[in-house]
């Protein structure tokens, strides 16, 4: 497997910040008083007046920093809130992530385990957190210029995981997920203060029509979705495997999709799939035979670290968590 030869600890970046709500915190009580200042309520008692508000954080933030991505392909991210690039991995690089996917899927030491989660029927793995702490390989990939630099020139510094996770869909048997906002869940149960986190998604079997691809609201970046709902205690419990709590009306669904419309990327095996945290998303089950899965980073930046949740009795688990000095280890 090819990656960086510099560790993302070792790049010396200078953060931009395009807009005000970017800056970071100067350490004051004032200052941390705004910073963790609830920008973007949600889980609310009662409907809002307006079924969306206003995006308030910059969506591109490092544009001036090393990285792999063109000026033109920023300029797509910032206008869609999404970027696919094709063919970013191939070959052997590519048939020894599968391999490394394969074991962790059908690791029976991770089946029963706090950060995996299974089909209700047929308990075959269909989520696998922590993967950046569990192999090696894609702690490595984690780490890769091609992934982690992206990310670096898109949330304007150098970046950390705040979620990893291997997702599988089996043939036939693969589970929709209702559309939702990360953000909304990331904000509301992690404490997640801003919109300065990305995901980087990298396809690890073929995407197509058929098998249950990633369905994305272009645009809808740009506005939050406040949600109804109280947060249940351990909701994620539940909501991993079926999201109840954190999703939009079908109001908003509606206002957004007649607005911005849906749209899927779909491609061969290894290309990448970067979109912001605030991103609308969802996917339908999968009725073909072929499995459709990812590997998948959320990468955070530093000074956007998470703090008291902002909508939920207490913070989620550190498996769906990390912070940027995070020492999460598997107790299998």
């Known amino acids: 497997m090819t990656v960086s030869n510099t560790p993302l600890n070792n790049v010396t970046a200078h953060k931009q910040y395009s807009e005000m709500a970017d800056l970071p915190s100067t350490g004051s009580a004032e200052k941390v008083a705004k910073k963790v200042a609830d920008a973007y309520p949600t889980r609310l008692a009662q409907a809002p007046k307006s079924l969306t508000q206003p995006r308030l954080d910059g969506v591109v933030k490092g ?9 033109a392909q920023l300029d797509e991210f910032e206008r869609n809130g999404y970027l696919f690039i094709p063919n970013l991995i191939s070959g052997e690089e590519l048939e020894m992530l ?42 490595a990939l984690a780490s890769d210029e091609r992934v982690a630099g992206a990310a670096r020139q898109i949330i304007g510094d150098d970046p950390y995981v705040h979620q990893s996770r291997i997702n599988y869909k089996p043939g036939f048997a693969g589970k929709g997920f209702n559309w939702h906002s990360d953000f909304e869940t990331w904000h509301a149960e992690d404490g997640m203060p801003n919109m300065h986190a990305v995901s980087a998604s990298l396809i690890l079997t073929d995407n197509h029509e058929f098998n249950g691809p990633l369905m994305l609201i272009p645009g809808s970046h740009m506005e939050f979705v406040p949600c109804l709902g109280e947060t249940p205690e351990d909701n994620h419990k539940s ?40 991103t609308l998303h969802a996917s339908n089950a999968n009725l073909s035979p072929d499995p459709r899965s990812n590997v998948f980073f959320v990468f955070n930046r530093p000074d956007n670290r998470c703090v008291e949740p902002f909508a939920a009795p207490k913070q989620r688990p550190a498996f769906l968590a990390h912070g940027p000095d995070d020492r999460w280890n598997p107790s299998v």
């Open 63 to 71: 544009r001036e920093l090393p990285g792999p991505l063109t000026q």
């Open 98 to 139: 599968r391999q490394e996917m394969s074991a962790l899927m059908n690791n029976d030491a991770y089946r029963h385990q706090e950060f995996s989660v299974t089909e209700p029927e047929s308990h075959e793995i269909r989520s696998l957190f922590a993967v950046h702490k569990l192999s090696e390989r894609l702690g």
């Open 239 to 278: 909501s991993l495997k079926a999201q109840e709590i954190g999703v939009p009306s079908p109001e908003a669904l509606t206002y957004l999709v007649n607005k911005y419309g849906i749209e899927a990327p779909k491609g061969k095996a290894g290309g990448l799939l970067l979109f912001d945290c605030n």
